[in-house]
């Protein structure tokens, strides 16, 4: 295995939608950074059914609704 190639790989506190949190390791930020999620199992449709709508992040949705609004 070739030295010094790897990325560190540490531990991080992830913390949830509904603020619980819990640490793991990862190769984000430096040791001890918090990773906020935006989208997790308790909230994405995915895991929750579809009971809940997708959420537009930086208008990506909305961009892609309007590019194939036409498209049948």
Known sequence: MKKD???DYHLIKVV???G???QTRSTYG???ATLN???DSKTHPAWTGG???LI???GRLSRFK???EGFI
């Open 5 to 7: 190639i790897h990325p």
């Open 16 to 18: 949830m939608t509904d």
């Open 20 to 22: 619980t949190e819990y």
């Open 30 to 32: 430096e040791e001890g």
């Open 37 to 39: 999620l935006d989208i």
């Open 51 to 53: 009971s809940q709508h």
């Open 56 to 58: 537009d992040r930086g």
């Open 66 to 68: 309007k590019k194939y």
